[in-house]
């Protein structure tokens, strides 16, 4: 059987033009309006597509044809899942991602894209079609975090392809329920609280106190060497359950979510982000993986 190429596009946040663009330069052309690749790559979309940016329609109109035609493949992100969960009533007559100051100006230019509910709702069933993770033939994806412990602690609430049964949405937006955590960790990754009362403030002003670690290190064992925020100046120890790093010998996992702004170069042998910064005046991102070939910097492809 073929092993394709595989083009994986990092965190889109909206951002359609950039999208096309990068297809492009991909070398990606449309046929009935359809976005695939001449020599048969598949891309593979890592999600976050919608929030923030200004063409949300064209993300979805270019995204949904490509996977639902099997010309790509494509995971849930951190925002298909707010998402979700932003429009998916509770029990008490509210919804399952609370609709606060916060999260209602995040899903603003979602919203404003799509103003009839059933266009909306139309889209929002839609993400549920997306797994959380995707095992390859060469290689892995997911949004933030490849942890297996939180994957089997999921398998009671998911279908046989990695999506959640819509009953995985509720448990998962209760805090006191193990699949919280394990959401949380595979769609943003780990956090560590710092030690003594210690925050920071985030990109959005937000006060953190805990740090997004650099999960697949296990030799960052100090707050500034496994916080993936370049605030942090702190050389106190990090706990030990929180370095297990990710093994040398896996297939090599690709993964978004973390606004990286350095020059694109794998984390590791076996490890690289797709994610750099679009959202914040960066770069949208794709590495191009070809069987049997070492992870190299010279396979990002990126555009403005």
């Not at 590791?268 to 679009?278: G, K, M």
Request: charged share 25%.
């Amino acid at each position: 059987m073929h092993t394709p190429i595989y083009d994986i596009i990092g965190d889109i946040h909206g951002h359609g033009i950039s999208l096309k663009n990068l297809l492009n330069k991909l070398g990606y052309e449309q046929s009935n309006g359809i976005y695939q690749h001449p020599q048969g790559n598949k891309a593979v979309f890592l999600g976050d597509f919608i929030d923030r940016g200004p063409t949300h329609r064209e993300v979805i109109d270019t995204v949904r044809p490509m996977i639902d035609s099997d010309h790509a493949l494509g995971i849930m992100g951190n925002h298909e899942f707010n998402a979700i969960c932003y429009h998916t009533p509770d029990e008490q007559g509210g919804y399952l991602r609370e609709r606060n100051e916060k999260n209602v100006k995040q899903h603003k230019a979602f919203m404003a894209t799509y103003p009839d509910k059933a266009e909306r709702d139309e889209i929002i069933n839609w993400f549920k079609t997306l797994p959380l993770w995707l095992e390859l033939e060469t290689c892995r994806a997911v949004h933030a975090c490849w942890h297996e412990e939180s994957m089997a602690a999921l398998k009671p609430w998911l279908k046989e392809d990695n999506t959640l049964l819509d009953i995985g949405y509720v448990v998962a937006s209760d805090k006191t329920h193990p699949a919280y955590d394990a959401v949380e960790t595979l769609l943003k990754g780990v956090e560590t609280p710092l030690p003594n009362g210690l925050s920071f403030k985030d990109k959005s002003g937000h006060t953190r106190r805990d740090i997004r670690t650099k999960w697949w290190d296990a030799n960052a064992d100090t707050f500034s060497k496994a916080s993936i925020s370049t605030e942090i100046d702190l050389e106190e120890k990090t706990p030990k359950e929180t370095r297990w790093g990710y093994p040398k010998d896996a297939k090599p996992v690709f993964f978004g979510h973390y606004w990286f702004k350095e020059d694109p170069q794998p984390q590791s042998t076996n490890v690289i982000c797709v994610d750099y910064s679009i959202a914040e005046n960066g770069k949208l991102a794709a590495y191009r993986m070809r069987p049997g070939e070492n992870l190299s910097k010279r396979n990002f492809y990126l555009v403005d």
